[in-house]
């Protein structure tokens, strides 16, 4: 019984020592969440077409034109490791170390330069 009468106490007076003021709690400050959205979130470009050339070497390249309108990853191997290739503005010369690429996914003839294989026509 005595033992019952000390839990009790124990306990009452932890209950007491509680205070009855609202308590809030906030991670971070408004000004955090503020820089995190203000933050722009700029998707990368995604594949519009997908398509092969065969140019005048008797070569073919594959060329994934995307929906920028300024940039294509050209392949001389269909599984092989892709160059991107960019423009400052859509319809010009894409370009990239040694690499360039005029046309657009719509040319039914494009022109590809390519290290070692100089310029040449190719088409779809």
Do not use: F
């Not at 007491?16 to 991670?27: L, M, R, S, Y």
């Not at 960019?86 to 010009?92: M, W």
């Amino acid at each position: 019984m005595n033992r019952t009468l000390i839990i009790a106490a124990l306990a009452a007076t932890a209950l007491t020592a509680c205070g009855k003021e609202d308590h809030t709690i906030v991670a971070g400050s408004k000004d955090d969440n503020a820089a995190i959205n203000a933050a722009a979130v700029v998707m990368p470009p995604a594949i519009e077409s997908s398509k092969s050339y065969r140019c005048k070497d008797n070569g073919v390249v594959y060329i994934d034109w995307l929906n920028d309108k300024k940039t294509a990853d050209l392949r001389s191997k269909k599984d092989g490791e892709a160059t991107r290739v960019v423009s400052a503005a859509a319809g010009k010369a894409m370009t990239a170390a040694g690499y360039s690429l005029t046309g657009t996914k719509d040319s039914a003839t494009i022109t590809v330069e390519r290290p070692g294989k100089g310029s040449q026509s190719c088409k779809a």
